[in-house]
């Protein structure tokens, strides 16, 4: 049967048809899954009792790495199936979870999720980080299926959206604060809006974060030495990694850097811009600073820096993907981008796992959590423009004693986040098995 939010999601939808289709026909990723999307799913459900894991996106994904591990050792006579809403989380899922069955998560349509419920059957499902549709939520406790949201993080927005919800069917969150479901929240600030919405305090569990239990701290001396001759960096030269830069960014790393050339002797510099396809434009500013470039794609084919002057005045630009972490490794100091302009900061953990000294700029509200807990340690350094930039470094530089214990700080602070896999399955393991009598 229809409800109130098919209503809103048609005249949504008949209102932004245009836009809508303009993004079908132009964008292939608008297409990506339409007919899973659509509950026109192929997986079929097996003979084992399923458990279905929702992932929105990569980082998602990558979130829910350790914890589908341990589910498949504590829950072995379970199938467990993965649903995520983008191409690239789907792209992503299938490298990391080969052999399971991967889908599209189905439109929040009452019709359409009724459909992908009936196929699949789940025993639990586990929606990772902020995944609550009303629809989908209404249709689970309809079958009696249990919903964790774990990993689980609301903001101030996000929670104005579900007291709407809730003004807008009663029936909606009625099923969400059902007993069956349960929520492992990262953070008490999250804890806080989940109460706040009406769920009862014995429904949640404040965790912590899985992202940690991710996090790489240490990365093998072969890989590192490998990087070191492709670069060709010499043992006493003092790297500086700008990684996932953003365009406004690498012209005030470049003036930077010449300033701090003028003072440091052995100084080199990596830039990792966020999108590849800005590469051309990132050589084009490091040449009108008077600098030389090297791209690692053409390292990697088997060109060389042409000579030991032009190497010392070569700045490397990383045009490939998926090599930020080795490249964070070799680092005598990490600038984590997108932060000196208000585009909200990059993953700041990564290089802090390492233990590198991490510095960003003022604008990192995206990572808002993690740039606490490094402050709030004192293992993270943050420049509010060019000129508190240039200090900051030229600090580190001069007191290589404090720049290593800022790292070692900032892997500690790191290292101590971990263990949240372990305390999720705990609270699987007592709901799920209460309710199911497994």
Same mark, same amino acid.
């Given at each position: 049967?229809?409800?109130?939010?098919?209503?809103?999601?048609?005249?949504?939808?008949?209102?932004?048809?245009?836009?809508?289709?303009?993004?079908?026909?132009?964008?292939?990723?608008?297409?990506?899954?339409?007919?899973?999307?659509?509950?026109?799913?192929?997986?079929?459900?097996?003979?084992?009792?399923?458990?279905?894991?929702?992932?929105?996106?990569?980082?998602?994904?990558?979130?829910?790495?350790?914890?589908?591990?341990?589910?498949?050792?504590?829950?072995?006579?379970?199938?467990?199936?993965?649903?995520?809403?983008?191409?690239?989380?789907?792209?992503?899922?299938?490298?990391?979870?080969?052999?399971?069955?991967?889908?599209?998560?189905?439109?929040?349509?009452?019709?359409?999720?009724?459909?992908? $419920?009936?196929?699949?059957?789940?025993?639990?499902?586990?929606?990772?980080?902020?995944?609550?549709?009303?629809?989908?939520?209404?249709?689970?406790?309809?079958?009696?299926?249990?919903?964790?949201?774990?990993?689980?993080?609301?903001?101030?927005?996000?929670?104005?959206?579900?007291?709407?919800?809730?003004?807008?069917?009663?029936?909606?969150?009625?099923?969400?604060?059902?007993?069956?479901?349960?929520?492992?929240?990262?953070?008490?600030?999250?804890?806080?809006? $989940?109460?706040?919405?009406?769920?009862?305090?014995?429904?949640?569990?404040?965790?912590?974060?899985?992202?940690?239990?991710?996090?790489?701290?240490?990365?093998?001396?072969?890989?590192?030495?490998?990087?070191?001759?492709?670069?060709?960096?010499?043992?006493?030269?003092?790297?500086?990694?700008?990684?996932?830069?953003?365009?406004?960014?690498?012209?005030?790393?470049?003036?930077?850097?010449?300033?701090?050339?003028?003072?440091?002797?052995?100084?080199?510099?990596?830039?990792?811009?966020?999108?590849?396809?800005?590469?051309?434009?990132?050589?084009?500013?490091?040449?009108?600073?008077?600098?030389?470039?090297?791209?690692?794609?053409?390292?990697?084919?088997?060109?060389?820096?042409?000579?030991?002057?032009?190497?010392?005045?070569?700045?490397?630009?990383?045009?490939?993907?998926?090599?930020?972490?080795?490249?964070?490794?070799?680092?005598?100091?990490?600038?984590?981008?997108?932060?000196?302009?208000?585009?909200?900061?990059?993953?700041?953990?990564?290089?802090?796992?390492?233990?590198?000294?991490?510095?960003?700029?003022?604008?990192?509200?995206?990572?808002?959590?993690?740039?606490?807990?490094?402050?709030?340690?004192?293992?993270?350094?943050?420049?509010?423009?060019?000129?508190?930039?240039?200090?900051?470094?030229?600090?580190?530089?001069?007191?290589?004693?404090?720049?290593?214990?800022?790292?070692?700080?900032?892997?500690?602070?790191?290292?101590?986040?971990?263990?949240?896999?372990?305390?999720?399955?705990?609270?699987?393991?007592?709901?799920?098995?209460?309710?199911?009598?497994?």
């Amino acid at each position: 049967m229809p409800t109130i939010f098919d209503a809103f999601y048609v005249t949504a939808l008949a209102f932004g048809s245009p836009y809508f289709l303009s993004k079908l026909l132009i964008n292939k990723r608008f297409r990506a899954g339409l007919l899973q999307r659509l509950g026109f799913n192929q997986v079929k459900n097996g003979k084992h009792p399923c458990i279905w894991i929702h992932c929105a996106s990569v980082g998602e994904v990558l979130t829910a790495k350790p914890l589908v591990k341990s589910i498949e050792k504590e829950f072995n006579g379970f199938e467990i199936v993965l649903s995520v809403n983008t191409d690239t989380g789907f792209s992503v899922a299938e490298k990391y979870f080969e052999g399971k069955r991967i889908f599209y998560f189905p439109l929040d349509l009452s019709w359409v999720v009724d459909k992908v $419920l009936n196929l699949i059957r789940p025993q639990f499902i586990i929606l990772i980080e902020l995944e609550i549709w009303p629809n989908f939520i209404i249709a689970a406790a309809k079958r009696h299926v249990p919903v964790a949201l774990v990993n689980a993080r609301i903001s101030g927005n996000s929670a104005k959206w579900y007291r709407l919800f809730s003004r807008m069917s009663n029936t909606f969150f009625k099923n969400l604060l059902t007993k069956e479901n349960f929520f492992c929240a990262r953070t008490q600030a999250d804890a806080a809006r $989940l109460k706040e919405l009406g769920i009862s305090e014995s429904q949640i569990t404040i965790t912590g974060n899985m992202k940690y239990d991710n996090i790489v701290t240490d990365i093998s001396a072969n890989a590192k030495e490998q990087l070191l001759r492709l670069f060709e960096l010499e043992v006493d030269e003092r790297v500086i990694v700008c990684g996932s830069t953003f365009e406004g960014e690498e012209i005030v790393l470049l003036r930077v850097f010449k300033d701090l050339c003028a003072k440091f002797n052995k100084l080199r510099l990596i830039i990792v811009p966020r999108h590849i396809e800005r590469v051309s434009d990132v050589t084009k500013q490091i040449e009108s600073m008077g600098f030389n470039y090297a791209k690692k794609s053409s390292l990697d084919k088997g060109e060389k820096i042409a000579s030991h002057r032009d190497r010392h005045n070569t700045i490397l630009v990383v045009d490939t993907v998926g090599e930020l972490l080795t490249i964070y490794s070799i680092a005598y100091c990490v600038f984590v981008g997108r932060s000196l302009i208000p585009h909200g900061g990059q993953n700041v953990v990564e290089p802090a796992g390492l233990a590198k000294p991490v510095i960003v700029g003022p604008h990192t509200f995206n990572f808002k959590e993690e740039v606490g807990l490094l402050k709030e340690a004192n293992a993270i350094m943050i420049a509010e423009d060019e000129l508190s930039l240039s200090k900051t470094i030229s600090y580190l530089l001069e007191h290589p004693e404090e720049s290593g214990e800022i790292g070692r700080r900032a892997q500690l602070t790191v290292t101590k986040q971990m263990g949240v896999v372990d305390r999720n399955m705990k609270i699987l393991k007592e709901h799920f098995l209460k309710e199911r009598n497994v």
